[in-house]
């Protein structure tokens, strides 16, 4: 079965960038065929949707992404299968982007929610 596990939060400054990584524990074919997606949440609201990345087909290969538009253009996914890790390159934070960060495969698995990692944007 897999697992997540969320890293690379922190206390930033608006303006300021932060990488997240999340690894994935299991099955590692299961990995390199799903598509893995980034979600945030804030207190008293849904978990909504940042970013996801699909593996690409043997017809069509090219991976390819898709983000949110509040974060268009500032954010960044990406995947390493061999490593069954999916990242997050967070640009130009604001405040509106605190959140718990927490990845999952899209759409999401509830077995597989890990612990997330807390990203605080504040001057």
């Known amino acids: 079965q897999e697992q997540f596990v969320e890293s690379g939060g922190g206390l930033v400054q608006p303006g300021e960038s932060l990488r997240l990584s999340c690894t994935a524990s299991g099955s590692i074919s299961a990995f390199t065929i799903s598509t893995m997606a980034w979600y945030r949440q804030t207190p008293g609201k849904q978990r909504e949707l940042v970013a996801h990345s699909s593996p690409g087909s043997p017809s069509s290969p090219r991976e390819t992404t898709n983000y949110a538009d509040s974060v268009k253009g500032r954010f960044t996914i990406s995947r390493d299968n061999a490593k069954k890790t999916v990242y997050l390159q967070m640009n130009n934070l604001e405040p509106e982007d605190t959140a718990v960060y927490f990845c999952?495969?899209?759409?999401?698995?509830?077995?597989?929610w890990g612990q997330g990692t807390q990203v605080i944007v504040s001057s």
């Open positions: 999952n495969i899209y759409p999401p698995a509830p077995t597989f």
